[in-house]
């Protein structure tokens, strides 16, 4: 089930982010809202390492139309998750993110999921071109 690099799917970051104890819920489990902070922690950390300033201050930047995730296995304290980004080949304004997340030291995949990324102006709200610079770092 794992996502590979592919001509529409290119590996450009790999995250590791500790699990906290408060990720977990009631269940004893990491909850599953925590999923979409480690993914959108593993995108940032990816566009920042590509040059880009992600602050509200910034006068364009990117943002999620639509997230989804699929649970495959539950994530426990203590762990260290390992989150694999993938981007597709990118439109006008819009780029496909997907993810996979794995444990450190566990080859198996606890859960994916996929974002589509549009960059836009926050002043006015409206999408605008990728930025070359990013069009060239996923084409």
């Not at 649970?71 to 426990?76: A, D, G, M, S, Y």
């Not at 080859?107 to 610079?133: F, H, N, Q, T």
Request: with cysteine; charged share 20%; net charge negative.
């Amino acid at each position: 089930m794992a996502i590979t690099d592919s001509p529409a799917r290119r590996l450009v970051h790999t995250s590791r982010q500790v699990v906290r104890w408060g990720d977990m819920d009631y269940y004893g489990h990491v909850n599953n809202t925590v999923y979409f902070r480690y993914f959108e922690q593993a995108r940032v950390e990816w566009l920042e390492e590509a040059g880009f300033v992600v602050s509200p201050q910034a006068e364009t930047g990117a943002v999620i139309i639509n997230a989804s995730c699929t649970f495959l296995i539950p994530v426990n304290y203590p762990a260290t998750v390992q989150v694999n980004v993938y981007a597709g080949e990118p439109g006008r304004s819009s780029v496909m993110t997907w993810y996979e997340l794995y444990l450190e030291g566990d080859d198996r995949l606890y859960a994916e999921g996929a974002a589509k990324v549009v960059w836009m102006e926050p002043r006015s709200g409206k999408s605008v071109p990728i930025p070359d610079a990013l069009r060239d770092a996923v084409s």
